[in-house]
């Protein structure tokens, strides 16, 4: 996997700083929604999911909260690590019972300064 | 548990050619759904298999087909490339579908000359 697109939004945070993603999701009948990281080479790493029935759910390290009200969806990342360089996209899926497609955000490249 | 794998990793073809990607689910996943990345365009979903069956499709013509087989193995298909085709293809595999956790491959990168 490669960093998407020349024109990425960019987040640059210390090491050991909490780091919050945003993005913003386009059908408002999407029902479930996924956050992925993909690291320089590899294909995209499942991070954390939420269905529209929640607000929020918790992981480790990582929490992602819903608001379906402004169609916004945040990824924060506890404590960042280098590790955690990469390109975070989120993506939604509307009626996965009834043969939903998947769509993608842009992405957001996270850069951890040590 | 051995990963998704995907060959080749590496893909040069001429316009006008046809391609054929394979991809190796998770032992035990009968889904396997596949995708495109671009620069320009991102990440844009192909179509998703589940037990030999095509489930869901995105919005990409006809000459991108997909098969599944009975051990779950996927195979992709472009017809007539054209230089826009060139692409990382990404597969994942999953035990119930794409609204449930995905496993991703390196993917093959595609260069159409």
């Known amino acids: 996997g490669e960093n998407v697109g020349l024109h990425l939004p960019t987040l640059s945070v210390q090491e050991g700083d909490n780091s919050i993603i945003n993005c913003a999701y386009s059908n408002s009948a999407s029902d479930y929604f996924i956050w992925y990281k993909q690291e320089s080479g590899k294909g995209p790493q499942f991070i954390i999911d939420i269905r529209s029935n929640m607000d929020k759910r918790q992981g480790q390290r990582v929490t992602v909260l819903l608001n379906k009200t402004v169609k916004h969806l945040s990824l924060q990342i506890a404590a960042t690590q280098p590790g955690d360089s990469a390109v975070y996209f989120c993506a939604e899926i509307g009626g996965y019972n009834q043969g939903g497609k998947l769509i993608f955000g842009q992405g957001t490249e996270l850069s951890v300064k040590p | 548990k051995a990963g998704v794998t995907q060959t080749p990793r590496y893909l040069i073809k001429t316009r006008g050619q046809q391609v054929t990607l394979s991809c190796s689910p998770i032992s035990g996943h009968r889904s396997?759904?596949?995708?495109?990345?671009?620069?320009?365009?991102?990440?844009?979903?192909?179509?998703?298999?589940?037990?030999?069956?095509?489930?869901?499709?995105?919005?990409?013509?006809?000459?991108?087909?997909?098969?599944?087989?009975?051990?779950s193995r996927s195979e992709m298909n472009v017809s007539t490339l054209e230089l826009g085709d060139s692409a990382l293809y990404l597969c994942a595999s999953s035990l119930e579908g794409i609204a449930y956790e995905q496993y991703f491959g390196p993917g093959t990168r595609l260069t159409v000359t």
């Open chain 2, 32 to 71: 396997v759904s596949w995708y495109q990345q671009t620069p320009g365009q991102g990440l844009q979903f192909l179509f998703e298999y589940f037990s030999e069956t095509q489930r869901n499709k995105g919005n990409f013509p006809g000459r991108f087909s997909g098969r599944q087989f009975s051990n």
